[in-house]
Protein backbone atom coordinates (compact mmCIF):
# COMPACT_ATOMS: atom_id res chain seq x y z
CA UNK A 1 0.00 0.00 0.00
CA UNK A 2 1.54 3.55 -1.01
CA UNK A 3 2.39 5.13 2.20
CA UNK A 4 2.90 9.06 2.55
CA UNK A 5 6.35 9.34 3.67
CA UNK A 6 6.36 13.20 3.56
CA UNK A 7 4.13 16.00 3.64
CA UNK A 8 5.26 19.56 3.38
CA UNK A 9 2.95 22.67 2.86
CA UNK A 10 3.28 22.44 -0.84
CA UNK A 11 3.37 18.51 -1.66
CA UNK A 12 2.52 14.71 -0.50
CA UNK A 13 4.95 12.59 -1.29
CA UNK A 14 3.62 8.46 -1.78
CA UNK A 15 6.19 5.45 -1.62
CA UNK A 16 4.99 1.89 -2.72
CA UNK A 17 6.79 -0.93 -3.14
CA UNK A 18 5.45 -3.14 -6.52
CA UNK A 19 6.36 -6.00 -8.58
CA UNK A 20 8.64 -9.00 -9.01
CA UNK A 21 11.60 -6.69 -8.79
CA UNK A 22 10.70 -4.55 -5.10
CA UNK A 23 10.68 -1.58 -7.34
CA UNK A 24 10.04 1.89 -5.59
CA UNK A 25 7.66 4.02 -7.25
CA UNK A 26 7.22 7.52 -5.82
CA UNK A 27 4.01 9.66 -6.49
CA UNK A 28 4.39 13.60 -5.88
CA UNK A 29 1.04 15.30 -5.22
CA UNK A 30 0.76 19.49 -5.42
CA UNK A 31 -1.40 20.05 -3.00
CA UNK A 32 -2.22 23.99 -3.89
CA UNK A 33 -3.40 22.07 -7.73
CA UNK A 34 -4.36 18.48 -7.06
CA UNK A 35 -2.14 17.34 -10.00
CA UNK A 36 0.27 14.85 -9.36
CA UNK A 37 3.55 12.55 -11.22
CA UNK A 38 4.38 9.15 -10.82
CA UNK A 39 8.36 8.28 -10.69
CA UNK A 40 8.80 4.83 -12.23
CA UNK A 41 5.44 3.42 -12.48
CA UNK A 42 5.05 -0.59 -12.41
CA UNK A 43 1.31 -0.67 -11.76
CA UNK A 44 -0.51 2.04 -14.07
CA UNK A 45 -4.01 0.69 -12.39
CA UNK A 46 -2.42 1.03 -9.25
CA UNK A 47 -1.78 4.16 -9.21
CA UNK A 48 -4.65 5.70 -11.14
CA UNK A 49 -7.01 4.38 -8.28
CA UNK A 50 -4.45 6.00 -5.60
CA UNK A 51 -5.11 9.10 -7.67
CA UNK A 52 -8.45 8.82 -7.98
CA UNK A 53 -9.33 8.20 -4.67
CA UNK A 54 -7.94 11.11 -3.66
CA UNK A 55 -9.39 13.53 -6.61
CA UNK A 56 -5.52 14.60 -7.91
CA UNK A 57 -5.36 14.89 -11.39
CA UNK A 58 -2.27 12.19 -12.64
CA UNK A 59 -0.64 14.74 -15.10
CA UNK A 60 2.78 13.47 -15.57
CA UNK A 61 4.93 10.67 -15.60
CA UNK A 62 8.77 10.51 -14.91
CA UNK A 63 11.17 7.78 -15.89
CA UNK A 64 14.51 7.66 -13.99
CA UNK A 65 15.19 5.23 -17.21
CA UNK A 66 13.76 2.76 -19.30
CA UNK A 67 14.45 -0.72 -17.65
CA UNK A 68 11.47 -2.89 -17.97
CA UNK A 69 11.26 -2.68 -14.39
CA UNK A 70 10.47 1.27 -14.01
CA UNK A 71 8.85 1.58 -17.34
CA UNK A 72 6.34 -1.17 -16.91
CA UNK A 73 3.41 0.86 -16.37
CA UNK A 74 3.95 3.43 -18.90
CA UNK A 75 1.98 0.82 -20.84
CA UNK A 76 -1.41 2.06 -18.91
CA UNK A 77 -0.14 6.00 -19.00
CA UNK A 78 0.19 6.42 -22.44
CA UNK A 79 -2.95 9.84 -22.07
CA UNK A 80 -0.17 11.15 -19.84
CA UNK A 81 2.45 13.37 -20.24
CA UNK A 82 5.10 10.70 -20.52
CA UNK A 83 8.91 11.65 -19.76
CA UNK A 84 12.23 10.28 -20.24
CA UNK A 85 15.58 11.78 -21.76
CA UNK A 86 16.05 11.44 -25.33
CA UNK A 87 19.59 9.49 -24.56
CA UNK A 88 17.51 6.15 -23.55
CA UNK A 89 17.14 5.73 -27.46
CA UNK A 90 20.93 4.62 -27.31
CA UNK A 91 19.91 1.10 -25.37
CA UNK A 92 17.04 0.75 -27.67
CA UNK A 93 14.00 2.26 -26.25
CA UNK A 94 11.31 3.40 -28.35
CA UNK A 95 8.44 4.45 -26.67
CA UNK A 96 5.60 4.31 -25.25
CA UNK A 97 6.84 8.08 -24.54
CA UNK A 98 6.07 11.34 -25.34
CA UNK A 99 8.16 14.22 -24.05
CA UNK A 100 11.80 14.22 -23.74
CA UNK A 101 14.29 15.67 -21.70
CA UNK A 102 17.09 16.04 -23.41
CA UNK A 103 19.71 18.34 -21.38
CA UNK A 104 23.41 16.39 -21.57
CA UNK A 105 24.92 14.61 -18.78
CA UNK A 106 25.83 16.29 -15.12
CA UNK A 107 23.18 19.08 -16.22
CA UNK A 108 19.41 19.85 -15.23
CA UNK A 109 16.33 21.30 -16.49
CA UNK A 110 13.68 22.60 -14.96
CA UNK A 111 10.69 20.06 -14.31
CA UNK A 112 7.40 21.13 -13.13
CA UNK A 113 4.21 19.90 -11.75
CA UNK A 114 1.68 22.25 -10.10
CA UNK A 115 3.19 24.59 -8.49
CA UNK A 116 6.34 22.40 -7.46
CA UNK A 117 9.27 23.31 -9.22
CA UNK A 118 11.66 20.13 -9.74
CA UNK A 119 15.34 19.83 -11.16
CA UNK A 120 15.94 17.04 -13.75
CA UNK A 121 19.18 16.06 -14.06
CA UNK A 122 20.38 13.47 -16.38
CA UNK A 123 22.91 10.99 -14.44
CA UNK A 124 24.44 8.47 -16.82
CA UNK A 125 26.22 5.62 -16.27
CA UNK A 126 23.05 2.94 -14.83
CA UNK A 127 22.16 3.88 -18.31
CA UNK A 128 22.87 6.38 -21.00
CA UNK A 129 19.94 8.85 -20.28
CA UNK A 130 19.18 7.97 -16.32
CA UNK A 131 17.71 11.03 -14.53
CA UNK A 132 17.83 12.09 -11.21
CA UNK A 133 15.09 14.49 -9.62
CA UNK A 134 16.09 17.10 -7.31
CA UNK A 135 13.78 19.81 -4.99
CA UNK A 136 10.88 20.45 -2.62
CA UNK A 137 12.59 18.49 -0.09
CA UNK A 138 13.04 15.15 -2.06
CA UNK A 139 16.43 13.33 -4.06
CA UNK A 140 14.50 11.06 -5.99
CA UNK A 141 17.68 8.92 -7.63
CA UNK A 142 15.95 5.92 -9.36
CA UNK A 143 19.21 2.79 -9.82
CA UNK A 144 21.57 6.20 -10.20
CA UNK A 145 22.52 5.59 -6.55
CA UNK A 146 20.84 3.82 -3.62
CA UNK A 147 21.10 4.59 0.19
CA UNK A 148 24.34 2.33 0.65
CA UNK A 149 25.71 1.95 -2.53
CA UNK A 150 25.01 3.00 -6.43
CA UNK A 151 23.29 0.96 -9.43
CA UNK A 152 25.27 -1.22 -11.65
CA UNK A 153 27.31 -0.09 -14.85
CA UNK A 154 27.45 -4.06 -16.87
CA UNK A 155 24.20 -3.66 -18.38
CA UNK A 156 23.37 -3.08 -22.20
CA UNK A 157 23.99 0.67 -22.70
CA UNK A 158 25.54 0.82 -18.88
CA UNK A 159 28.91 2.69 -18.43
CA UNK A 160 31.01 2.67 -15.32
CA UNK A 161 32.87 5.76 -15.99
CA UNK A 162 30.18 7.59 -16.77
CA UNK A 163 28.68 6.49 -13.45
CA UNK A 164 31.25 7.57 -11.53
CA UNK A 165 31.32 11.05 -12.99
CA UNK A 166 27.79 11.52 -12.73
CA UNK A 167 28.04 10.63 -8.81
CA UNK A 168 30.81 12.98 -8.45
CA UNK A 169 28.23 15.41 -9.59
CA UNK A 170 25.63 14.44 -7.35
CA UNK A 171 27.94 14.25 -4.54
CA UNK A 172 28.46 18.47 -5.15
CA UNK A 173 24.88 19.18 -5.54
CA UNK A 174 23.48 17.19 -2.57
CA UNK A 175 26.72 18.64 0.11
CA UNK A 176 24.75 22.05 -0.67
CA UNK A 177 21.11 20.90 -0.07
CA UNK A 178 19.13 20.95 3.40
CA UNK A 179 20.79 17.86 5.11
CA UNK A 180 17.32 16.68 6.33
CA UNK A 181 15.89 16.59 2.99
CA UNK A 182 15.41 12.81 1.87
CA UNK A 183 17.10 10.65 -0.43
CA UNK A 184 14.64 8.16 -2.13
CA UNK A 185 15.99 5.06 -4.50
CA UNK A 186 14.29 3.03 -7.17
CA UNK A 187 15.15 -0.49 -4.81
CA UNK A 188 15.09 -1.21 -1.50
CA UNK A 189 18.69 -2.73 -0.19
CA UNK A 190 20.11 -3.86 3.01
CA UNK A 191 23.03 -1.09 4.27
CA UNK A 192 25.98 -1.92 5.74
CA UNK A 193 24.68 -1.63 9.59
CA UNK A 194 22.29 -3.90 9.02
CA UNK A 195 19.21 -1.62 8.83
CA UNK A 196 17.22 -1.94 5.82
CA UNK A 197 15.31 1.17 5.20
CA UNK A 198 13.43 2.77 2.29
CA UNK A 199 14.78 6.40 2.76
CA UNK A 200 17.12 8.56 4.56
CA UNK A 201 18.66 11.94 4.54
CA UNK A 202 20.79 13.74 2.53
CA UNK A 203 23.22 13.87 5.96
CA UNK A 204 23.11 10.14 6.24
CA UNK A 205 23.65 9.31 2.58
CA UNK A 206 26.64 11.72 2.31
CA UNK A 207 28.14 9.95 4.97
CA UNK A 208 27.68 6.10 4.88
CA UNK A 209 27.00 5.77 0.75
CA UNK A 210 30.14 2.85 0.31
CA UNK A 211 29.74 4.40 -3.34
CA UNK A 212 30.17 8.10 -2.88
CA UNK A 213 33.06 7.73 -0.33
CA UNK A 214 34.93 5.72 -2.70
CA UNK A 215 34.79 8.02 -5.65
CA UNK A 216 38.40 9.86 -4.98
CA UNK A 217 40.52 6.76 -4.55
CA UNK A 218 40.92 4.48 -7.58
CA UNK A 219 41.32 1.20 -6.33
CA UNK A 220 38.38 1.58 -3.71
CA UNK A 221 36.30 2.41 -6.81
CA UNK A 222 37.37 -0.25 -8.77
CA UNK A 223 37.24 -2.74 -5.92
CA UNK A 224 33.59 -2.12 -5.46
CA UNK A 225 31.40 -5.17 -5.97
CA UNK A 226 28.00 -4.23 -7.00
CA UNK A 227 29.15 -1.96 -10.31
CA UNK A 228 28.94 -5.53 -12.12
CA UNK A 229 27.10 -8.87 -11.72
CA UNK A 230 27.78 -11.97 -13.04
CA UNK A 231 24.26 -13.04 -13.76
CA UNK A 232 21.55 -13.66 -16.22
CA UNK A 233 21.29 -10.08 -16.91
CA UNK A 234 25.12 -9.63 -17.83
CA UNK A 235 24.79 -12.30 -19.98
CA UNK A 236 21.98 -10.69 -21.99
CA UNK A 237 23.85 -7.34 -21.87
CA UNK A 238 26.60 -8.95 -23.74
CA UNK A 239 24.28 -11.02 -26.42
CA UNK A 240 22.73 -7.65 -26.67
CA UNK A 241 25.88 -5.59 -26.78
CA UNK A 242 27.47 -7.51 -29.86
CA UNK A 243 23.93 -7.51 -31.82
CA UNK A 244 24.18 -3.87 -31.47
CA UNK A 245 27.57 -4.05 -32.60
CA UNK A 246 26.64 -6.31 -35.89
CA UNK A 247 23.77 -4.07 -36.92
Not at 26 to 41: E, F, N, Q, R, W
Not at 132 to 161: H, K, Q
Not at 167 to 194: A, E
Request: glycine share 8%; aromatic share 8%.
Amino acid sequence: MAECILETEKMLVFQAQLGDWDNLNHLLVCKKTGKAAIIDPFFSDYWLNVCSQNDWQLEQVWLTHSHWDHAKGVDGLQDKQVWVHSNESLRGWSGPSNQEWTNPPNSSVIQKIGSLVVQAHCTPGHTPGHMTFIGEGVVISGDCMFLGRCGRTDLFGGDVIAQRSSLQYLRTILSKLPSDWLVLPGHQYQLSNGSNPTYITVEELLSTNEALMALDDDSKWNALDFLSFDDNLAEKARREKAKAQRD
